[in-house]
């Protein structure tokens, strides 16, 4: 099983709203990956967890809060949003996140729009 | 500066001809991985194929081979027998340990089309 899963696969919330994003991976990879996307651009790294701890922020604001319960399973918890956070919310997994040859698997990612 | 650079922000070939995606790289590491990933409109980033820097044969699978050439630190993805299929944004990716860490850093990318 090589796939990554994301749901939901859409998502519309106002800027009050409170929700979470999940993914999950079954591939034994102890490296998951939150990334942001804005239309025609490249991923923006925001989060790495290596061995279910948080590795890297990438100066992520406090209204994303990631959460990694297991290594299979990934979260991103989202509070009052601004409309600038509409993007393209991609998780990634890899075997490890320590080596310069580990290849990312990518969710097919979540459309998230800011109201 | 920028680790990758993809210079072309839009390709067009016709299907069934090969096509060359550039890509050039950055950095003062010995060991580095190169990846390159195929974006169609649906928005999940796909895997093609890897090179490390110290091999020494060129990377291939299959309609997809990448163009290594490290004096000139560039890897170019050649997509040989372009189908309507391959039309999507193409991203090229280097894995290096700057600042201890491997975190991955993607060029601009590449948008195909290819036209029947």
């Known amino acids: 099983d090589t796939e990554v899963t994301q749901t939901p696969k859409h998502l519309v919330m106002g800027m009050t709203n409170k929700k979470s994003l999940k993914c999950e991976q079954h591939?034994?990879?102890?490296?998951m990956y939150w990334y942001k996307q804005k239309a025609k651009k490249p991923p923006e790294l925001m989060f790495v967890?290596?061995?279910?701890?948080?590795?890297i922020n990438e100066s992520v604001p406090s209204r994303f809060s990631p959460e990694c319960p297991n290594s299979s399973l990934l979260n991103l918890h989202l509070h009052a949003l601004q409309p600038e956070d509409s993007a393209l919310y991609l998780c990634?997994?890899?075997?490890?996140?320590?080596?310069?040859?580990?290849?990312?698997?990518f969710g097919p990612g979540t459309r998230l729009t800011v109201l | 500066a920028q680790k990758i650079t993809q210079t072309q922000p839009g390709m067009f070939v016709q299907e069934k001809e090969a096509v060359t995606l550039d890509c050039t790289y950055d950095?003062?590491?010995?060991?580095?991985?190169l990846f390159w990933y195929k974006q169609p409109s649906s928005g999940e980033m796909i895997f093609l194929i890897y090179?490390?820097?110290?091999?020494?044969q060129n990377a291939t699978e299959g309609r997809y081979s990448l163009n290594f050439q490290k004096a000139r630190k560039s890897a170019n993805l050649v997509i040989s027998a372009s189908q309507l299929g391959d039309s999507a944004m193409y991203f090229c990716?280097?894995?290096?340990?700057?600042?201890?860490?491997?975190?991955?850093?993607f060029g601009r990318g590449t948008s195909l089309i290819v036209h029947p």
């Open positions: 967890y290596s061995y279910e701890k948080l590795s």
């Open positions: 090179q490390g820097s110290y091999d020494e």
């Open positions: 950095t003062s590491d010995q060991s580095y991985g």
């Open positions: 990716a280097m894995r290096d340990a700057a600042g201890g860490s491997y975190i991955p850093t």
């Open positions: 990634a997994s890899s075997r490890g996140s320590s080596s310069s040859y580990n290849e990312q698997f």
């Open positions: 591939m034994g990879h102890r490296a």
